[in-house]
């Protein structure tokens, strides 16, 4: 959307059949359209974890940004302020804060290349690889299929497909065939658990 304005009237126009909790715009203004007890349709068909029903259990928070543009430093400090605050209120780990591009790849791709996830992440608030498994350089497209259903994925989405959605978010500068880094990714973010990623 052009504005936050114009993004604040989709948002709120019963006919566009689209919502969220929050809209942060680019000068730090944070506007809440659904309170949080109420789903919201931000995510729209999807998958996280095991869920395929993406509103019923999560809080949309939608940036205002061209999909293109770096992220003003007003909003991302609006947004670590409201994320911890939700985290606290609702007991949600760093694990689950992710991207739509995260819950419907090949579908959507926000927030996008230019946001900033490993400042969250320093603050607990997103995860971050904090170091890869060694790997030998082979890869192997169904092992990373399945590491990365581990993480969260949809297990139903082909390889490439998550791989994309992947990189989006963790290595949006990559490019080319499933490469050892990114089987080391996929794996470390399946070891969420075992502390192969931190928070």
Known sequence: MPSAEAARDR?????????????????????????????AWHAGAGYWQGSRDVNSRSIGIELDNDGVSPFSEVQMSVLETLL??????WGIAAEGVIAHSDSAPGRKTDPGPRFDWRRLAQQGLATWPDR??????????????????????????????????LRLRFRPWAWGPLDAEDMALAEALAGIDRGAVRA
């Open 11 to 39: 948002l709120c126009d019963p006919a566009a059949e689209v919502s969220a909790h929050y809209l942060i715009a680019r000068d730090g203004r944070c506007l809440q359209l659904v309170d949080e007890e109420m789903r």
């Open 84 to 89: 911890a605050g939700l985290m606290e209120r």
């Open 132 to 165: 890869l498994p060694q790997r030998d350089g082979a890869v192997d497209p169904a092992a990373f299929a399945v590491a990365a259903h581990s993480a969260g994925y949809d297990p139903e989405l082909a390889p490439e497909t998550i791989l994309a959605a």
